[in-house]
């Protein structure tokens, strides 16, 4: 009983501990620049949603959400749609150098993103494609693809080789085996290697603000505009922010009960 | 041979109706342009010095100049300030209804504008149409050949799409956007100054003029020179330390290691100080970042080539910085960026701020603001910047901020033009005025002499006086001596924040720097990537040479404080009147 409650005890400050810059932003969310600047309120005394209101009713601050959530999205599909048979192929068949290959593909994530800007701003717009969603959703595919093989790699392998067998005796041509009986069992996986892409996707800024102007400006580029030469303007800052919380809130939610599988790569 | 009797018929029927719906269409068009033009003069730009009539044409005139590009998108970038948020909001849709060209003018930090601008450079490649830079970067632009200059434009392919009713002349801070060449590189689109700030009541108040007066042996005022910004500043955190209960300090500044550090010093620091030689906009040879020229060459910023990044008075004002911001600032100031320092004065504890921008005159005139009376004019004031032993007459004495359009030749000349129309738009005489009155960045002398602006000036603490003296030129931006402004001015924060943190003497810091500055004006030398007056480096050789010179580098003083002047802020202004 005393030992239940101490750990309650420690749990509860672990939390409060890391949920006291969420709230702080959140708090300021609600409050005019005026009192955030003025004095320590622990409450917003003069709650407002203007903050909010600016981001909503202004379409040059939520095309940034849009935006950035298309080119996140089809990150998400292009990064699975070539890692599951990628991933499939590394821990099936034997060829020869795939040792190699698979570690090689990690190597991509070594490099840090902005070795790839003035290359990747450069062929973007030679081909015409620099400030178009796809063109950063591409950009991110360089990491997310290598990490997604590794996720699913693992879990691809936790699956025995036997089913695949058992399905061809039955008579299952391999698209339908795929599609039908291994997607379905990995799906977990699925889910935590999507989730890694949204991730990486979501917060990554470097590339997404070089690889476009306008069209395509994700929210975090558009979020500078807070700062200008008379100050920061906190409240819509701190709205903004939270904001941007909330989508990877929703994600974590769906795969919440497969995430630590996916630090482990698959291994369980 | 009755269908094909029939056939033309109906082609010519077709024909017909077809081009009368599209002359109507046409028509229709004409009236949506000149309907929305009423609109936006009558509703949204009534407050101008033009009459509706003149303003009408004005607008006219865009709606005719446009014609080729309707129906045409296109993409500009600036900083955020109230101005340009009000161009990006407002101004940017009435372009829009009135043209018939869409734009999107593009918000983000000005660290963001300068990075897109430098990857524009870079890579040739069109990024944005039209860019607003502040002017600091003339240097820079007229040496890399890069920038399509504005008076180029206007005679050139853009001869008739130039405005008749832009009136160059009416702009006052045209000299800072000309080079050395005598072009016009870049269009002022807003401008504010560095200039100081006091609490105006307090230096009203009977008690402390008294003490002040009995302490230092003159009277409280605004200072003239550094050595009676030093007593107030001490008088304040010292002596006076707490009013109606409250503590107070007599000096506010910020000194946290960040880029922004940078910026308090590059923006005319040491010219506050006399650094440099004399010569407006800035001085000749050498500037106030100490970079000295010969012909226009950047050749040294160390004493050792002439140059005076590292000389006395620059030791001087970061000295200044220095202690100021220990002795006189509150603690925190310190750990402070200058967006975290600027609102602190508007909180009340403040009495006064050698550096400060007018660009924070609309956060600080807020209604409830404890440095705002109840009947919402301030109880601040801004008043010239106070000068440094060094300083003499005919230097420049602070920092001007001029936002410019600036315009690629990268850019494809279709794309260029459009956006033209559009950075003429935003300063044309019908709408700038009221940009003014929303965003406190005045442009156009007419704007300023206007009664409006008579009218606004007693909730503006002085920056309509400021802007109407004929004092206002000695405050200008970075000049042309500054080869690549991007290149060196990221070094200051840098060396700076050595002084500030006091791992390093002011005189250790500023030798590091004018060291660093010469070695990137020497790869830009060996590179030899500038087209005109790229840097050629002096050998150097003993400081004393440089020193015993005349003009800048200058020597050390032997008394660095002389006594203290103050002056009443009443007479200031009337000797500003009398000089107009």
Redesign the interface.
């Known amino acids: 009983m005393n030992m239940n409650k101490r750990k309650g005890f420690g749990i509860t400050a672990y939390i409060i501990l890391l949920m006291l810059p969420i709230y702080w932003l959140l708090n300021m969310s609600f409050k005019t620049n005026q009192e955030i600047l003025g004095q320590l309120t622990f409450f917003p005394q003069n709650f407002t949603l203007a903050n909010y209101a600016t981001i909503f009713t202004d379409p040059s601050w939520y095309s940034g959400y849009i935006n950035s959530m298309i080119y996140v999205s089809i990150n998400v599909v292009i990064t699975l749609l070539v890692a599951l048979p990628a991933a499939y192929a590394f821990s099936r068949y034997k060829f020869v150098g795939d040792k190699h290959l698979f570690f090689w593909l990690l190597s991509n994530r070594m490099a840090p993103p902005a070795v790839f800007l003035l290359p990747f701003f450069q062929l973007y717009s030679s081909i015409g494609l620099f400030d178009t969603h796809i063109a950063v959703a591409l950009a991110h595919c360089l990491f997310n693809v290598p990490l997604a093989v590794w996720i699913l790699e693992g879990f691809i392998s936790g699956v025995p080789k036997e089913y695949d067998e058992m399905a061809y005796i039955d008579g299952y041509s391999f698209p339908k085996f795929f599609v039908k009986i291994f997607i379905p069992m990995i799906r977990s996986g699925i889910g935590v290697a999507a989730f890694f892409a949204f991730m990486f996707s979501w917060v990554e800024l470097l590339l997404a603000r070089t690889l476009t102007s306008v069209d395509a400006q994700p929210i975090g580029a558009i979020m500078t505009r807070t700062m200008g030469a008379s100050g920061i303007d906190w409240g819509v800052l701190a709205a903004a922010g939270v904001l941007t919380i909330l989508p990877g809130l929703l994600v974590v939610w769906f795969v919440r009960n497969h995430i630590a599988t996916g630090f482990a790569l698959g291994r369980v | 041979m009755f269908k094909n009797n029939k056939y033309p018929k109906a082609l010519l029927l077709t024909t017909a109706v077809g081009a009368a719906s599209l002359g109507m269409s046409l028509q229709a068009h004409a009236d949506q342009y000149s309907d929305a033009a009423e609109k936006w003069v009558s509703e949204e730009f009534a407050t101008s010095t033009l009459s509706k009539e003149e303003q009408l044409k004005e607008m006219a005139w865009f709606t005719e100049a446009a014609k080729q590009f309707r129906g045409m998108e296109i ?1 500009v ?1 600036s ?4 101005t340009h948020e009000y161009e ?2 407002v101004l940017a849709k009435a372009f829009t209804d009135i043209t018939g060209i869409k734009v ?1 003018h ?7 504008v300068i990075e ?1 601008l430098q ?1 524009q450079m ?2 040739g ?1 069109n ?2 149409d039209g860019f607003i830079n502040d002017s600091d970067l003339i240097g820079t632009h007229y040496r890399y050949g890069q920038v399509v200059p504005i008076s180029d434009m206007i005679e050139g392919d853009a001869k008739d799409l130039t405005l008749p009713t832009l009136d160059l002349e009416d702009f006052i801070g045209l000299d800072f956007t000309t080079a050395p060449d005598g072009k016009i590189y870049q269009l002022p689109t807003q401008q ?1 100054a560095n200039l100081y700030w006091f609490r105006a009541d307090w230096f009203e108040r009977e008690d402390l003029k008294a003490q002040f007066k009995e302490r230092y042996g003159y009277d409280l005022g605004v200072p003239v020179n550094w050595s009676a910004y030093e007593d107030i500043a001490e008088f304040f955190s010292v002596h006076v330390k707490e009013i109606d209960g409250e503590r107070v300090y007599g000096h506010m500044d910020y000194g946290k290691k960040d880029p922004s550090l940078g910026w308090r010093f590059t923006d005319a620091w040491f010219s506050m100080a006399g650094g440099g030689d004399k010569g407006l906009p800035n001085g000749l040879p050498v500037d106030e970042w100490g970079i000295r020229v010969e012909d226009c060459r950047p050749v040294g910023s160390s004493v050792t080539r002439g140059g005076a990044t590292n000389a006395p008075p620059a030791v001087y004002a970061t000295q200044k910085y220095v202690d100021w911001l220990r002795k006189y600032a509150p603690p925190e100031a310190q750990g402070m960026t200058f ?2 320092a ?2 602190v004065p ?2 009340g504890n403040i009495a006064q701020q050698i550096f400060w ?1 007018t ?2 005159t ?2 600080m005139n ?1 209604e ?2 404890p440095v705002v009376n109840a009947d919402g004019t301030p109880k601040w004031r801004m008043a010239p910047s106070p000068k440094g032993p060094y300083w003499e007459e005919g230097m420049k004495l602070g920092y001007q ?1 001029v936002g410019s359009w600036t315009f690629m030749k990268s850019t494809p000349k279709e794309r260029r033009l459009a956006a033209w129309l559009y950075a003429q738009f935003t300063v044309a005489k019908t709408v700038s005025l009221k940009k003014t009155l929303v965003g406190l960045t005045p442009i156009r002398d007419s704007d300023i002499r206007s009664e409006a602006m008579t009218d606004a000036a007693p909730k503006l603490g002085g920056l309509v006086e400021f802007y109407r003296s004929p004092a206002r030129v000695q405050w200008s931006p970075t000049g042309t001596n500054v080869p690549d402004y991007p290149k060196l001015a990221q070094l200051w924060w840098q060396y700076i924040a050595q002084a500030a943190s006091g791992e390093r003497t002011p005189q250790q810091a500023l030798d590091g720097l004018a060291e660093a500055q010469d070695k990137i004006m020497e790869r830009l030398e060996r590179a030899n990537v500038q087209d005109i007056c790229g840097p050629k480096l002096n050998e150097p050789r003993e400081a004393s040479y440089w020193l015993d010179q005349p003009g800048s580098p200058k020597a050390k003083l032997v008394n660095e404080k002389p006594q203290g002047v103050t002056v009443a802020y009443e007479e200031l202004l009337k000797s500003w009147e009398q000089t107009e």
């Open positions: 993409n970038v900083e955020t300030i109230a990006s909001n999107n593009n918000l983000i930090q000005e660290g963001d897109k990857t870079q890579s490649r990024i944005f504010f967006s975290e600027g609102p508007a909180q921008y660009a924070f609309a956060s807020k409830g603001l901020d």
